[in-house]
């Protein structure tokens, strides 16, 4: 089992910048992709971003691309996002999710194993 938690989140103003960090216990997640997710009130929970088991490779949602980088620590065991260029339009509840690397990635929440509590990020105009 993997236990993970986000933190970071909080109220920022429309063009700050915010970073969360996932932090994983129970196993190392050295071998598993993580993915970062988001759900907005009345929305379903959407992908925006991924990194691989490595590192070497990100992803991200179109959305997002150019304003939020994924990183991650396998020594550490903990994955971040930073984000910048904020907008009122990224508010949302944000999650990390891991998923075992099996020679692919997915975008899709269905796929992921793991998942952590998730961590509000409310941004205001």
């Known amino acids: 089992q993997v236990q993970l938690v986000e933190s970071g989140g909080g109220l920022v103003q429309a063009g700050g910048s915010l970073r969360l960090s996932c932090a994983a216990s129970?196993?190392?997640?050295?071998?598993?992709?993580m993915g970062w997710f988001r759900q907005a009130p009345g929305k379903q929970r959407e992908f925006i971003g991924l990194?691989?088991?490595?590192?070497?490779?990100?992803y991200y949602a179109d959305s997002v691309k150019g304003r939020f980088t994924t990183s991650r620590d396998n020594a550490k065991n903990t994955m971040y996002l930073q984000m910048n260029s904020l907008k009122p339009e990224d508010t949302a509840i944000y999650y990390c999710?891991?998923?075992?690397?099996?020679?692919?990635?997915?975008?899709?929440?269905?796929?992921?194993?793991?998942w952590g509590q998730g961590t509000q990020v409310t941004v205001s105009s």
């Open positions: 999710a891991a998923r075992y690397y099996a020679g692919d990635i997915s975008y899709t929440v269905a796929d992921y194993d793991y």
């Open positions: 129970g196993r190392t997640v050295s071998r598993y992709i």
């Open positions: 990194i691989s088991w490595s590192g070497g490779n990100a």
